[in-house]
């Protein structure tokens, strides 16, 4: 059973280029989450998705940031513009249940570098 | 504002000793929370959690100590082996409550290094 997966795993972007960070969940997992870790820091919720919904964006920047979760394929957290403040790693986490107990597996992330 | 604090940013513990790591919180609607490992270029793994009616929650080597009263909850491992030596992150949702749907508010980590 594979967990959840991330790619690329390292992505490196000049200024102004756009980002694409993909995320397929662990089967059978409906739920994706998005967070996002700056050095020495914490990880930090981005955004909760359904299959087709959004369901709660608190944490996600107001402009440039964007993210799906379609039908079919993975999820994706796209970076328009993106600048030199935008370099973290980007986990992305799945789960199973529906209540929003339980853990999060997340997968191993995504290093973006933006020169 | 950190609704999560891990206040000691590392830790060093001799193999075959207690490590003791510990989180406080500010928000009383926190009614669940987690530890997760993390080594470096990986992401976390889950480790155990501890809902808030409960004060212990035991597995293997790892037990959650939850203080309600004090806000305050710590993860004990014992014995501790130098495989043990990553980064620890204590995380609380809200989901009971409805409001966050379950995205979990993360500490900034504890760096344990277990020394054989």
């Known amino acids: 059973n594979a967990g959840v997966m991330q790619n690329p795993r390292h992505l490196v972007r000049r200024r102004g280029q756009e980002a694409r960070l993909r995320c397929s969940p662990m089967k059978g997992h409906s739920h994706v989450y998005w967070y996002r870790q700056l050095p020495e820091e914490g990880l930090k919720f981005m955004v909760y998705l359904q299959k087709e919904n959004i369901i709660d964006e608190s944490g996600m920047p107001k402009e440039r940031f964007s993210a799906e979760f379609p039908k079919e394929g993975p999820s994706i957290l796209r970076i328009q513009q993106v600048v030199r403040g935008d370099s973290a790693a980007y986990f992305c986490?799945?789960?199973?249940?529906?209540?929003?107990?339980?853990?999060?597996?997340f997968g191993p992330g995504t290093r973006l570098t933006v020169l | 504002d950190q609704q999560v604090k891990q206040n000691s940013p590392s830790l060093s513990v001799q193999e075959g000793r207690i490590s003791i790591l510990n989180c406080d919180y500010t928000?009383?609607?926190?009614?669940?929370f987690l530890w997760y490992k993390k080594y470096p270029a990986e992401g976390p793994t889950f480790l155990i959690s501890?809902?808030?009616?409960?004060d212990k929650n035991e597995d293997g080597r790892f037990t959650v100590f939850l203080n309600k009263s004090a806000k305050h909850l710590s993860l004990h491992i014992v014995p501790s082996q130098p495989g043990d030596s990553a980064v620890y992150f204590c995380?609380?949702?809200?989901?009971?409550?409805?409001?966050?749907?379950?995205?979990?508010?993360f500490g900034k980590g504890t760096k344990l290094s277990v020394k054989p």
């Open positions: 986490a799945s789960s199973p249940w529906t209540s929003g107990i339980g853990e999060q597996f």
């Open positions: 928000n009383s609607m926190f009614d669940y």
């Open positions: 995380a609380a949702s809200a989901a009971g409550y409805g409001g966050s749907q379950g995205n979990l508010i």
């Open positions: 501890i809902s808030s009616i409960k």
